[in-house]
């Protein structure tokens, strides 16, 4: 990793790394970015550029399946507490699980600065919102780790997914905490 | 196919069998007047299996004696008849020896079961010291160093056997409350060391000429909070004058560079440092314990969650503790050990740079009154499921992390000063 300071502009990072896939811990893949983090001042989001060397793998059949199932559900799907205090995910949440962490991603990337380092504690709340498209939506509560101040902040995010257009977080803002905790 | 049918089966039948064991027997209560009647149950004990209740033997039976005796279930009616027609005072005492036990452990009096691959809550762990303690009275006494907040008391357990003049290393876990696997691990070594002393010659040797002292939780209050209403807790639970904020982060609240920086000066604030060192009952107790035994602790070990770091001083600055490239061998060859069960990958350093710079750290505070070897580990992972790590995992977390720490805990006994 090198860090270049930039007058009035920020600080850049180029980095070099190793995606590994969370499903296939043998499924690697190697990355080069460069972050930049804008002067505090500006309020900006880091700037991302990235090259992938190689191809992510093909998850085309998993997200049939997870598509047809939600899809063919005759209530929309509602869940609390992924994972629960003991660590547990019922196996047909760990898809919607998955894609509240990708879509945490966004929300992080969106948030973050030099003195944060955000994770995905857990999702408190989803329930499917029901669309007349070919979209699936998911309305998440999410809890996010912030490990330099280790505050615990809630996060509403709203979510679209379908498997051939990807992720996409529409709405998100900050929650207030409960007071006098 | 067939063979695992069979096996299914019999595992079904032994099941059962063990579950059954009493069902239908009776226990009858009897008392014979005279000494006829006290030969006639003699000849009853004599003829098939009777486990006397009491007296404990049948030789012990006198007349106007109660006499409490179980039997088989298919011998209970032959019995029933026998005492009806010789005209024997008796009475049914237990229908359904099965029924009676299964009414007791239903009743809600009873506490869940301990385990060590579980997260267990406050009140089995507190039992747990106690037994633990009880079965192995040459390694392991269980003393209290004080009380929380809320009025819990704190037990340490002192694990080795008993030698005079012995060094000591001192590992406390469940500092942050919602860091639940680091309670599991301070259970787990206790649970390895009652299990393996005699056996393994590393744990064998430790225990001999080492004490051990293992505080299994810290912040007690902390812990029942996440288990009763809030899962993400960290603090303590005290209250905080002129706040409606509650709790202090007890490793920001010692004496090392307090709250100069990484802590807050907020009480609302996940890292607020309290309002003075060791304002909190907890790591009062704690500092107090330390310093009454300073001459004989030679290492302290804390144990936190999550990222997968082994930590050494200091994290209150960026300057590197005199021993530190000494400090740093021993962190690195403890991260190999640990690596060495499941390849889980360990980062190690001084705590200022590897994981960031925060004051009023407990191991900080141990290494300024002369503890050289002051180590701080966070357990797996490194934030997939972060504190809320599954049960699965308990195992082998437990099982690596051991590697690392009796490496520590060897190195400090061939080093010992």
Not at chain 1, 132 to 160: A, C, G, K, N
Not at chain 2, 225 to 242: I, P, V
Request: proline share 4%; charged share 25%; net charge negative.
């Amino acid at each position: 990793m090198d860090k270049e300071d930039i007058d009035d502009v920020g600080h850049k990072y180029h980095l070099e790394l190793v995606l590994e896939d969370i499903l296939d811990k043998d499924s690697t893949v190697n990355c080069t970015a460069e972050v930049l983090y804008h002067l505090p001042n500006k309020n900006l989001p880091p700037d991302v550029q990235f090259t992938i060397e190689g191809e992510l793998k093909n998850t085309d059949e998993a997200d049939s399946m997870f598509y047809n199932r939600i899809k063919s559900l005759e209530k929309e799907l509602v869940a609390e507490d992924i994972p629960d205090s003991h660590g547990n995910v019922a196996p047909e949440m760990e898809p919607v699980r998955l894609l509240a962490w990708v879509a945490s991603g966004y929300v992080i990337w969106q948030n973050s600065t030099e003195n944060t380092k955000f994770q995905l504690a857990q999702i408190k709340h989803v329930k499917q919102v029901k669309r007349s498209d070919e979209y699936l939506e998911f309305d998440y509560r999410i809890l996010l780790h912030e490990m330099v101040s280790q505050e615990i902040i809630p996060w509403q995010m709203t979510v679209l997914w379908h498997p051939h257009h990807g992720v996409q977080v529409t709405q998100d803002s900050r929650q207030p905490k409960h007071a006098s905790e | 196919m067939w063979a695992l049918l069979v096996l299914i089966g019999a595992a079904a039948v032994s099941a059962h069998l063990q579950d059954l064991a009493f069902d239908r027997q009776k226990v009858f209560r009897v008392i014979p007047q005279n000494d006829e009647q006290v030969e006639i149950i003699n000849s009853l004990a004599s003829n098939m299996q009777v486990d006397f209740w009491q007296p404990d033997s049948v030789t012990l039976v006198r007349p106007k004696m109660q006499v409490d005796f179980r039997v088989e279930a298919d011998k209970s009616f032959e019995v029933e008849d026998l005492l009806k027609e010789s005209g024997v005072e008796y009475r049914v005492l237990i229908d359904n020896l099965q029924a009676a036990l299964d009414a007791q452990f239903d009743s809600k009096t009873r506490t869940t079961r301990h385990s060590y691959e579980k997260y267990n809550n406050w009140e089995t762990i507190a039992a747990w010291t106690a037994d633990i303690a009880a079965q192995n009275p040459d390694l392991v006494s269980r003393s209290v160093i004080g009380e929380t907040y809320e009025g819990r008391p704190m037990y340490l357990l002192k694990m080795g056997k008993s030698r005079p003049n012995k060094k000591a290393i001192f590992m406390d876990c469940g500092f942050h409350a919602r860091e639940w696997i680091s309670p599991a691990f301070c259970q787990w070594f206790v649970k390895e060391a009652v299990e393996t002393y005699g056996k393994d010659t590393v744990m064998t040797t430790l225990l001999n000429s080492l004490d051990f002292y293992v505080l299994p939780v810290i912040n007690i209050d902390g812990y029942v909070y996440t288990w009763t209403k809030d899962r993400m807790w960290r603090k303590t639970r005290s209250k905080n004058a002129g706040s409606n904020c509650i709790g202090t982060d007890p490793n920001r609240n010692f004496n090392a560079g307090w709250c100069t920086l990484g802590a807050s000066k907020n009480p609302c604030d996940s890292t607020y440092c309290g309002s003075a060192p060791e304002s909190e009952k907890e790591t009062k107790a704690l500092a107090d314990f330390i310093r009454e035994h300073l001459s004989t602790i030679k290492a302290y070990l804390t144990i936190h969650s999550y990222s997968q770091l082994l930590l050494f001083p200091y994290s209150y600055t960026y300057k590197l503790p005199s021993n530190h490239e000494e400090l740093n061998s021993i962190a690195r060859a403890a991260s190999e050990q640990l690596a060495s069960l499941y390849n889980t990958k360990y980062t190690y350093g001084p705590g200022a740079t590897t994981i960031y710079p925060a004051a009023g750290g407990s191991d900080d505070w141990a290494y300024d009154e002369g503890i050289k070897y002051s180590f701080t580990f966070e357990l797996r992972d490194t934030g997939r499921y972060g504190f809320l790590l599954p049960e699965s995992q308990i195992k082998p977390t437990c099982e690596e992390t051991l590697l690392a720490v009796k490496y520590i805990a060897n190195y400090v006994l061939k080093h010992l000063y």
